[in-house]
């Protein structure tokens, strides 16, 4: 089979060979060197996917790879068989051409199906991607200038021609882009292993309990995400869902900056892309494991691209937004909170279909003649209620356990959560610059010095691009309104009265406790300044002179080279100037494997009888073992067992611990606290199993194991872990 696949990319090349003269003469007055692109293109592919290829064989087996690539790039084949190239194309100076001379539909599997693949192929890479090649004719060589000014001026003269919008090679560029950047985040992460970081816990076989569905323990903070981490862990192993999960979250999130930027040259998609893939924001989000937030966070641009290019008020549109919303309803109730703080101000500020464009926003809706007035208010009116019903449904997974049981959270969150100054220029500053982190210890390596005024000014200028080019242009209305009150939200926690009002919110209703972590609010404004990023890099690219300026016989245009090292200093900043984000978040994201003593004794406990519960101790929510390297986790024994776990899910914020969420721990809270022996209280509450592990970190509670749970029997020992048995 192998040498049956060598024979076929031998073949493949050749026949690319035999059809450049055919190319050549449908893309006059090109040369040979300029269709021998399409040789090049091979090339880099075959550089760019051989080792990430190899690495995944050597994962799954190569067997399973060899299988894999088959399907993938035999599907992508059998498409393209059936490709018609009867359509004109328009090539440089705007004459109908066809892709193939007097071409139709040829028959399947022709040598002509494969030059006019080709063809296509190159037209597409030539002008929508915007690479222009410098060949030599009657005058000379081409100038620098008008090289760049014919990158920069391809996305217009496609418009001209009548395509729609960038090709398939263009839009893949970002996707592209972003999993290169999210295999440079993940580095050695990418090894088998589980990423296990804080709030990252992923188990080999989690099982379906009321617990995954939100029907038991706390709030349902990983409701639905579990539940689809648990269902997709029994068709691929759950360590490579985890990878896959986090590397979407890298392609979605820099390809949906860049879709809405889909009017602007491919570099300026590309620098948007990867400004709000790779930010603070993202990194220390990554670090503390909040990975269902990050999906909400990547799949934002879709939905606000959702709202703003039709209507909502439509089954359609009501359905387009339900598939941009996926990434967010799988995240949980924090994706989709700040999701929705996007999704509905868009949605009613924007321009109703076949209403002109005034640029007026809200305005227009308040302003002409009146009939018209009030037509374009109840438009609005009506695509923020189908949003706002959109959002609903997709709210139902963790909604409705929200309701049904009383939920639970402590006032103490609200001070212990608020955003805190990870850099020199205060909370504020943090937070305009993507941080703000309440966690000290989630700052990426490298972040917060004095040298971080160059990204403040990256920010900055990322800010200003988007008010002169986005807001006062009035392009993606409703993103600055979410930005702003996004970073209101964030920064309530900082004052007094504003941590009142908090606090005044949780105890009217508990479901309010979602805005003690303010700093995840500044999502909104982490794209904003992303769009502001690749506007910035177009105007700072864009040629001072017009395209035809070098071609009608008149003086060459010059180009703009300051400002093409501008836009190319934009483009790379964000990864230079974030480091700490590379190569497994430098050190806190490494591959860890549960011990087998661990799993021997979950399926001890699982299978055992009587039916009752199980408590963890020490009474801590977070772990320090020593197989994940002595990094901080989540316990992993909810996610272990099967049968219903106590313990105690407070987290502790400094010196600050918080109390319980789940009822049946602060019930128990009060006795483990106090000194003495246990197993009368817990045999009363139901227990029948206690886990005592180590690695907590902190010290937990003293005495905890034979002396304080006399009469339990050990049945399961390990290094760091003890199994009691409490009688009945």
Not at 394 to 416: E, F
Not at 581 to 609: C, E, F, Q, T, V
Not at 666 to 694: C, N
């Amino acid at each position: 089979m192998v040498s049956a696949a060598q024979l076929l990319i031998v073949l493949d090349l050749w026949v690319v060979n035999i059809a450049l003269p055919a190319l050549q003469h449908d893309f006059a007055p090109a040369t040979l060197a300029d269709v021998s692109w399409i040789l090049d293109v091979y090339a880099i592919v075959l550089a760019a996917l051989l080792l990430p290829a190899g690495r995944a064989a050597d994962s799954i087996g190569r067997r399973q790879g060899f299988l894999a690539g088959l399907v993938m790039f035999g599907g992508g084949a059998w498409q393209d068989r059936h490709r018609r190239c009867d359509e004109p194309a328009r090539v440089g100076s705007g004459r109908p051409r066809h892709r193939h001379r007097g071409c139709r539909t040829p028959p399947p599997g022709s040598a002509e199906t494969a030059c006019s693949w080709f063809a296509g192929t190159y037209r597409e890479f030539r002008q929508n991607v915007g690479v222009v090649t410098m060949t030599a004719d009657s005058a000379g060589t081409a100038s620098m200038g008008t090289v760049i000014r014919r990158a920069v001026a391809a996305p217009a003269a496609v418009r001209r021609a009548g395509t729609a919008g960038p090709g398939l090679a263009a839009r893949a560029v970002p996707a592209l882009a972003g999993l290169a950047l999210g295999l440079l985040a993940l580095g050695p992460g990418l090894r088998r292993g589980f990423l296990l970081s804080y709030d990252m816990v992923v188990v080999p076989r989690q099982p379906f309990t009321p617990a995954l569905a939100g029907l038991a323990g706390g709030p349902p903070r990983a409701v639905p995400s579990d539940a689809v981490v648990a269902a997709a862990s029994r068709v691929l192993p759950a360590d490579l869902v985890q990878k896959l999960l986090l590397l979407s979250i890298f392609a979605l999130a820099c390809s949906g900056a860049a879709a809405l930027l889909a009017r602007e040259p491919w570099f300026a998609r590309l620098a948007a892309g990867v400004f709000y893939t790779w930010n603070p924001f993202v990194a220390e989000r990554l670090i503390i494991g909040q990975w269902a937030l990050l999906l909400g966070y990547a799949g934002l641009p879709w939905a606000l691209r959702a709202v703003t290019t039709g209507t909502v008020a439509s089954w359609r549109g009501a359905g387009r937004l339900g598939v941009a919303l996926l990434p967010a309803i799988v995240g949980g109730f924090a994706a989709m909170t700040v999701t929705a703080l996007v999704v509905l101000p868009a949605a009613v500020l924007a321009r109703p279909p076949g209403a002109p464009d005034t640029g007026r926003g809200l305005a227009a809706a308040v302003t002409g003649p009146p009939g018209a007035a009030r037509r374009r208010a109840g438009e609005r009116a009506r695509a923020g209620l189908a949003a706002l019903g959109v959002l609903t449904v997709g709210s139902l997974p963790w909604l409705i356990p929200s309701l049904a049981r009383a939920v639970y959270a402590d006032p103490a969150g609200v001070a212990a959560f608020a955003a805190r100054a990870d850099t020199p220029f205060g909370t504020l500053g943090s937070l305009v610059m993507l941080g703000g982190m309440w966690n000290a210890q989630a700052v990426p390596a490298g972040y917060g010095g004095w040298w971080s005024v160059l990204w403040l000014a990256l920010v900055l200028a990322a800010a200003g691009g988007y008010v002169a080019f986005g807001v006062r242009r009035h392009r993606w209305p409703g993103l600055g309104v979410a930005a702003v009150a996004g970073l209101v939200i964030a920064g309530l926690g900082v004052t007094a009265p504003g941590r009142d009002v908090l606090r005044s919110l949780g105890g009217a209703w508990p479901g309010f406790a979602v805005l003690r972590d303010g700093q995840q609010f500044i999502a909104p404004l982490a794209l904003a300044e992303a769009l502001g990023a690749g506007l910035l890099v177009s105007w700072a690219a864009r040629p001072r002179m017009p395209l035809a300026a070098g071609e009608d016989g008149g003086p060459p245009a010059r180009a703009d080279r300051a400002g093409l090292v501008i836009a190319v200093a934009l483009l790379l900043a964000p990864v230079l100037l974030l480091p700490g984000l590379a190569w497994g978040a430098a050190g806190h994201l490494r591959p860890a494997g549960y011990p087998a003593s661990w799993l021997n004794a979950a399926r001890l406990i699982d299978g055992s009888r009587p039916a009752g519960k199980v408590l963890l101790l020490p009474w801590t929510a977070y772990r320090r073992p020593a197989w994940n390297g002595g990094r901080a986790m989540l316990d992993p024994w909810p996610r272990l067992l099967s049968r219903p776990v106590i313990w105690n899910d407070g987290p502790q914020v400094g010196t600050v611990q918080m109390w319980p969420d789940d009822p049946d721990a602060r019930r128990l809270s009060a006795v483990i606290a106090a000194p003495g022996p246990l197993t009368t209280a817990l045999a009363a509450a139901g227990v029948r199993f206690v886990i005592v592990d180590s690695g907590t970190g902190s010290p937990g509670i003293s005495g905890t194991g034979a002396a304080r749970l006399p009469g339990c029997a050990v049945v399961a020992t390990a290094p760091g872990l003890v199994v009691y048995r409490v009688p009945p």
